[in-house]
């Protein structure tokens, strides 16, 4: 069958991005919508499951405009998302609470409880409970706000909201299904002994597709209103980490990555299920048929330049150039980039942001400089513990919106001491990569046809004095973080009651 127009619909943390792709898989419109988080109370994280509808109602709207005769011609549509979080809905589907997101820290002790009275599950569900995750989550609304909970009809993760508004379908992909931590990853099927470990049934989950396959078609009234031809399929899509797999062709055995987005992780592709909890690696199903992979999940990426540069008065890329131009390697200045806690490789939830070594002399650049350096070494510990898995990786490709800077490149590929490529439109990459899943499902080709590496935009080698000095660097970093795990969590539980 001829390969369509197709849609892709990325729903991140941040914003909401979406792309329309012609039949030769190039990108013809883009639009970006920015979403804002709240954060009530310590540890928390919400979005309303409303902003996220009403950015791609905007989104869609804004490709339209673009490119108004291919998107009239659009056959397929695919949705990508942040994963983990916990969308729950009553029996009219409307949202009983904000969705409690991927970066909220809430369920700690949840996790745990979880993590000693069901420890023969990480095996299983592809990694130990940790607050994060969607199962602690509904744990802690179970125990905090049980009203909430015993309403709840329906649980959705945040990119099938998107689809329930388009189709009226209740549907998942295995890709993030596999973040609930109530999926048994080899079975590719929901695991009854971790639903029965947070009390929740089988029915008030979504229905399991795989990526590539039809999850149903955009509402014939919708699809008017919204300028689309009838019959639009709308694919089961993939988690945001999957989907930029599929975006840069990263589906076949030890095929990897590094993803730089609000948050980061390294991926490796697996043709077998291969699990590690011990490792505090994720091991999930891909968002294609008969693949998995093994992942390091830092909760804090590109995020913390934002936030130095926020600090400091500075655009992103005003404070790249400030460190680049006045900084040559690691300075005195050592940064704890965990200003959302840390998932792989602490799996600490009270994790602060932290910068030691501060004096008059400190500048502006200096700063930069050591947010670079932590967010990278961070990075490394993601490798380490890929490693510690027996998971190798002899080069990757770099994605999301980390990818746009060369300079930041230079740093994380002398640090991890592995060649990094960076593709064309690697920033968009799990829209796009949204987009091929919608074209399998409307062509039925097989994934290898459809998801090629994009052309190289460059290669960017480690440098060996960077390397090394990156090396010498790492043990006093290491150790910061051990001195101070304690005092974390004495800080986060002295704290007054809603402060």
């Known amino acids: 069958m001829d390969a369509p127009t197709t849609i892709g619909l990325d729903l991140g943390t941040s914003a ?34 409303d902003a996220w509808w009403d950015a791609t109602l905007a989104a869609l709207a804004t490709l339209r405009a673009q490119a108004p005769e291919a998107y009239a011609a659009t056959r397929a549509i695919g949705l990508s998302g942040q994963m983990h ?23 700690h002790e949840e996790a745990a409880a979880l993590a000693r009275e069901h420890p023969h599950l ?77 009390a929740l049934e089988r029915t008030r989950l979504p229905r399991l597709v795989e990526g590539t396959k039809t999850a149903g078609t955009v509402r014939p009234a919708l699809a008017a209103e919204l300028g ?35 948050s980061a992780q390294i991926f490796v592709a697996s043709a077998a299920y291969r699990a590690a909890p011990e490792a505090l690696v994720h091991a999930f199903c ?12 830092m909760l804090n990426g590109a995020s913390v330049i934002a936030w130095a540069a926020r600090l400091l008065g500075l655009s992103v890329a005003d404070a790249l150039a400030l460190a680049e131009r006045e900084t040559t390697a690691p300075g005195r200045v050592l940064f704890l980039p965990y200003l959302a ?41 993601g490798r380490d513990a890929l490693a510690s898995a027996g998971v190798s990786i002899e080069t990757a490709g770099l994605i999301g919106g980390g990818a746009r800077s060369p300079y930041l490149a230079s740093l994380l590929a002398s640090a ?51 390397r090394d000095a990156y090396a010498a660097q790492l043990p006093r970093w290491r150790a910061l973080y051990r001195a101070l795990r304690e005092e974390f969590r004495r800080s986060h539980l002295s704290r007054p009651s809603g402060s």
């Open 16 to 49: 909401l991005k979406a792309v329309l792709v012609d039949a030769d898989q190039r990108v013809l419109a883009t639009a970006e919508v920015p979403l804002g988080t709240q954060r009530p109370k310590p540890l928390w994280s919400e979005q309303h499951p």
């Open 85 to 107: 979080g916990a969308v729950l809905l009553d029996d009219a589907d409307r949202p009983i609470r904000p969705a409690i997101l991927w970066n909220d820290g809430r369920a």
């Open 122 to 198: 990480a095996a299983i569900v592809g990694v130990k409970p940790m607050p994060g995750l969607t199962a602690p989550k509904l744990a802690w609304l179970a125990a905090h706000e049980p009203e909430a909970f015993a309403r709840i009809r329906t649980l959705l993760l945040p990119k099938d909201v998107i689809r329930l508004h388009l189709t009226g379908e209740h549907a998942t992909d295995m890709s993030d299904a596999a973040g609930t931590w109530l999926l048994d990853q080899a079975r590719r099927d929901w695991c009854d002994a971790a639903l029965d470990a947070v």
């Open 228 to 262: 689309l031809p009838e019959g639009v399929i709308v694919a089961g899509g993939g988690g945001d980490v999957a989907a930029g797999a599929v975006g840069i062709g990263a589906v076949g055995e030890g095929d990897a990555f590094v993803s730089l987005g609000t």
């Open 286 to 297: 891909h968002c294609v048929p008969q693949r998995w992979f093994a992942m390091a999940a």
């Open 341 to 381: 806690g840390e998932r792989t490789p602490h799996d600490d939830p009270y994790a602060t942001g932290v910068l030691v070594g501060l004096s008059h002399d400190t500048s502006p650049a200096d700063i930069v400089r050591a947010v670079l350096d932590g967010l990278v070494l961070s990075l490394v510990d």
């Open 416 to 466: 991890l001491g592995t060649p990094l490529v960076r593709h064309r439109g690697a920033e968009t990459g799990p829209a796009f990569g949204a987009a091929r899943l919608a074209a399998c499902a409307a062509t039925g080709d097989p994934i290898a046809a459809v998801a090629t590496p994009p052309p190289v935009l460059d290669v960017t080698p480690p440098d060996p004095a960077l």
